[in-house]
């Protein structure tokens, strides 16, 4: 499947800890940057693939599941420490369920908000994936 978990650095201090995305992270320059917040416990988020853009999530606070399938292959991966993150890459529809109370999903994504670039029908996404294979 095309994704990637990424363990990011770590800097442990009994003040509290810091974890940094820098340059050499992730496999693209960054482009946008969003999160989401106040889900409530039963919302699903997500519903959608992405034709080219790359996202990079990190439970930045409390714990989501996220549930991929690229018509091949299913998984769910649950996010809930804020130095572990996600790499989705094109081709992959997800699914985020089950948040925590009070969790943040921040979002790092490689392309600009592009409409265009979002298949939000399964079917259509199963078609596009025969498409290009
Ligand atoms: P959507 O992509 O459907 O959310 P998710 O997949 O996370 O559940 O986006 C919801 C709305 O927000 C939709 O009207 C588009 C808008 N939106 C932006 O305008 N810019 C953005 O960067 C994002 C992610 C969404």
Same mark, same amino acid.
């Given at each position: 499947?095309?994704?990637?978990?990424?363990?990011?650095?770590?800097?442990?201090?009994?003040?509290?800890?810091?974890?940094?995305?820098?340059?050499?992270?992730?496999?693209y320059?960054?482009?946008r940057?969003?999160?989401?917040?106040?889900?409530?416990?039963?919302?699903?988020?997500?519903? *959608?693939? *992405?034709?080219?853009?790359?996202?990079?999530?990190?439970p930045?606070?409390?714990?989501?599941?996220?549930?991929?399938?690229?018509?091949?292959?299913?998984?769910?991966?649950?996010?809930?420490?804020?130095?572990?993150?996600?790499?989705?890459?094109?081709?992959v529809?997800?699914?985020?369920?089950?948040?925590?109370?009070?969790?943040?999903?921040?979002?790092?994504?490689?392309?600009?908000?592009?409409?265009?670039?979002?298949?939000?029908?399964?079917?259509?996404?199963?078609?596009?994936?025969?498409?290009?294979?």
């Amino acid at each position: 499947m095309n994704i990637e978990r990424i363990d990011l650095p770590k800097i442990e201090d009994f003040r509290g800890n810091i974890s940094v995305i820098e340059k050499n992270i992730l496999p693209y320059e960054i482009k946008r940057v969003y999160y989401l917040y106040d889900v409530p416990s039963s919302a699903a988020r997500g519903g *959608h693939a *992405h034709k080219e853009q790359f996202e990079f999530l990190i439970p930045i606070s409390g714990s989501f599941d996220v549930v991929l399938n690229d018509t091949k292959e299913k998984r769910t991966i649950t996010l809930n420490k804020p130095n572990k993150g996600l790499l989705i890459k094109s081709n992959v529809w997800r699914e985020l369920e089950n948040f925590s109370s009070g969790s943040v999903c921040l979002v790092i994504s490689s392309g600009e908000y592009d409409e265009e670039d979002y298949i939000r029908e399964f079917d259509a996404f199963e078609a596009f994936v025969k498409a290009n294979s």
